[in-house]
């Protein structure tokens, strides 16, 4: 309540809003919040310092606020007992004689603030979605958003919760073709497609391992041993890469079209694909897309 009175006091009404489709004028800023305590119990003996955000820069970067996003005012403006129990001091530290604002006796001046007229933005304001969280017991993942703007009339259109059945993450592509520079190899993707659990939120790439689907081996000429290598392409972080994966040892090529596989798992905060290469070892992590290569 005392917080109530307080905020009646020093800080303005907003009048009812209108619809405005574009950059309110001077933006939207937030209510005035504050974390701390007060260190005086009356009287307004003591500060406290609010803060307050500019909303409409989710609307655009552009959409900036005028006006301060930090102030500093009386706190615990009810005057203390008066006059106080064996003591010379006045009832307001300020020095003001108290006052009768709905029946309450206040320190300082009530200001006759004129409510500030704004604009809603089309749609309101919502702010950013939270990450994906998996149900538990359940096969889905929900995620939620706050309405900015309603605490100044402006509702959000839209729904603040969102629920998928599976996983958030889109299954990992085979396209690669944007890889072929970067590996300095002469090769094609394999049109084997990637499994995709949705239930796990884990993709797994189905690697061959022999050349009898086509030349996937060769012996390897980096390291100038006599085992046969497979390569890998995939998109991480967007740029291209390639890692080498050697599925047997010497120069023995299988003919009986054996497959090998990389397990992916979902980061459901990037909504890309974390996986790893046991052989080399490498991370791949934020992966697009991956595939293996095909010999040419």
């Given at each position: 309540m005392?917080i109530f009175?307080?905020?009646?006091?020093?800080?303005?009404?907003?009048?009812?809003s209108?619809?405005?489709?574009a950059?309110?004028?001077?933006?939207?800023?937030?209510?005035?919040t504050?974390?701390?305590?007060?260190e005086?119990?009356?009287?307004?003996c003591?500060n406290?310092?609010?803060s307050?955000?500019?909303?409409?820069?989710d609307i655009?970067?552009s959409c900036t606020?005028?006006?301060p996003?930090?102030?500093s005012k009386?706190?615990?403006?009810q005057?203390?007992n008066?006059?106080?129990?064996?003591?010379?001091?006045?009832?307001c530290?300020d020095?003001s004689?108290?006052?009768?604002v709905?029946?309450?006796?206040?320190?300082?001046?009530?200001?006759?603030?004129?409510?500030?007229s704004?604009?809603c933005?089309?749609g309101?304001?919502?702010?950013?979605?939270?990450?994906?969280?998996?149900?538990?017991g359940?096969?889905?993942y929900?995620?939620?958003?706050?309405?900015l703007?309603?605490?100044?009339?402006?509702?959000c259109?839209?729904?603040p919760k969102?629920?998928?059945?599976?996983?958030?993450?889109?299954?990992?592509s085979?396209d690669t073709?944007r890889?072929?520079?970067?590996t300095?190899?002469?090769?094609?993707?394999s049109?084997?497609?990637?499994?995709?659990?949705?239930?796990?939120c884990?993709?797994?790439?189905i690697?061959?391992?022999?050349n009898?689907?086509?030349t996937?081996?060769?012996?390897?000429?980096?390291?100038?041993?006599?085992?046969?290598?497979t390569y890998i392409?995939?998109?991480e972080n967007g740029?291209?890469?390639?890692?080498?994966?050697k599925a047997?040892?010497?120069?023995v090529?299988?003919?009986?079209?054996l497959?090998?596989?990389i397990?992916f798992q979902?980061d459901?905060?990037?909504?890309?694909w974390?996986?790893?290469?046991p052989?080399?070892?490498?991370?791949?992590?934020?992966?697009?897309?991956?595939?293996q290569?095909?010999?040419?």
């Amino acid at each position: 309540m005392i917080i109530f009175w307080l905020l009646f006091i020093l800080f303005p009404k907003f009048a009812q809003s209108v619809t405005c489709p574009a950059c309110p004028t001077d933006g939207i800023l937030s209510e005035w919040t504050t974390n701390d305590d007060c260190e005086a119990p009356c009287g307004g003996c003591a500060n406290l310092t609010y803060s307050r955000t500019c909303l409409s820069t989710d609307i655009s970067a552009s959409c900036t606020c005028k006006g301060p996003t930090t102030t500093s005012k009386p706190c615990n403006t009810q005057a203390c007992n008066f006059p106080r129990a064996n003591s010379p001091k006045p009832p307001c530290c300020d020095g003001s004689q108290p006052i009768v604002v709905n029946n309450w006796y206040h320190c300082g001046k009530v200001e006759n603030l004129t409510p500030n007229s704004y604009c809603c933005p089309d749609g309101g304001v919502w702010g950013e979605w939270s990450v994906w969280v998996k149900g538990s017991g359940r096969l889905e993942y929900s995620r939620t958003r706050k309405c900015l703007s309603n605490g100044f009339k402006c509702k959000c259109e839209g729904e603040p919760k969102e629920t998928i059945n599976g996983c958030p993450c889109p299954p990992l592509s085979i396209d690669t073709s944007r890889c072929d520079d970067s590996t300095k190899i002469s090769y094609n993707a394999s049109r084997q497609e990637n499994q995709y659990n949705p239930a796990s939120c884990t993709a797994t790439l189905i690697l061959e391992r022999s050349n009898f689907r086509g030349t996937f081996y060769k012996q390897d000429t980096v390291d100038n041993t006599q085992n046969m290598l497979t390569y890998i392409a995939y998109i991480e972080n967007g740029k291209c890469q390639g890692t080498r994966f050697k599925a047997f040892d010497g120069m023995v090529i299988l003919t009986n079209g054996l497959l090998d596989s990389i397990v992916f798992q979902c980061d459901i905060v990037t909504k890309m694909w974390n996986g790893l290469n046991p052989w080399v070892p490498k991370n791949m992590t934020n992966v697009t897309a991956a595939a293996q290569m095909v010999f040419i």
